[in-house]
């Protein structure tokens, strides 16, 4: 009889345990897919128009898609940053899980926003963090043209995006969150000389990773069109939902090249 009970006792705490641990496992799961909406945050002299094709397949997969529509040329930082800050506060201070894509300085912005103390209300509500064509550790285009009286017409945002220390991305704290970072690999022979690295024509892609980023993908796309890809948007989507990319997906980041495999970039 005492082992009868010995042993129901033990099955019943048992039991007991593997529910209470599925479920904080399965709440685990649902955080990451409970988020509805998505802040997207265009890139350096664009506008939120610019963003309508990344933005169509986001509403396309359910998402309630929020496009910030901040100018940047001739602008210093800090008065990009407020632009995005006072969207963000007029749009989405409130208790809805929220993913974060940023595109190009759009990562950089959120970086930004989620650096300041002042802004850790977000945090709470924050899910998944995908960063395409970001230049997290700048890129020496600009730092080529950075004398150039032409160049400087575009204003200090523009010229902030080097990868001397004092710049914009290199003066931003390693982030609190771990983001999926995209890529592109086709590059433009006008700036295959300046970087003399695998990438997009702008940003090359080292430059893109964060070493606690959560996940890496590169897609065969020069910089511009990264925000048109149709494989862009099916990554950033799987990431939103998984927390990981599809990397059973084809992908060629070299058009076939031989010299250039996706597990080399």
Known sequence: MIKQLKSILTTSVATIILSLTSGALYAEEASSMDAQRVILVHGLARNSLSMWALEMRLEDAGYEVESLNYSSLNKSVAEVQQQVRSQLYDCCNDNVATHYVGYSLGGLLIRGFFADQANQAFVVNRRQVVMIGTPNNG???VDNFAEQQWFKLLGDTTLALGT???SFPMGLPLPDFSAGIIAGTESWSI???ILAEASDGLVPVASTKLPNMADFVSVYANHSMLRYNGKV???????LQYGQFDHQASLPSCAGAD???PDQI
Do not use: P, R
């Not at 948007?233 to 990431?239: D, G, K, L």
């Open 233 to 239: 948007a099916e990554q950033t989507i799987h990431f």
């Open 139 to 141: 890129t020496q285009i």
């Open 164 to 166: 001397q220390s004092n």
């Open 191 to 193: 700036s295959d000389d």
């Open 259 to 261: 010299d250039c495999l």
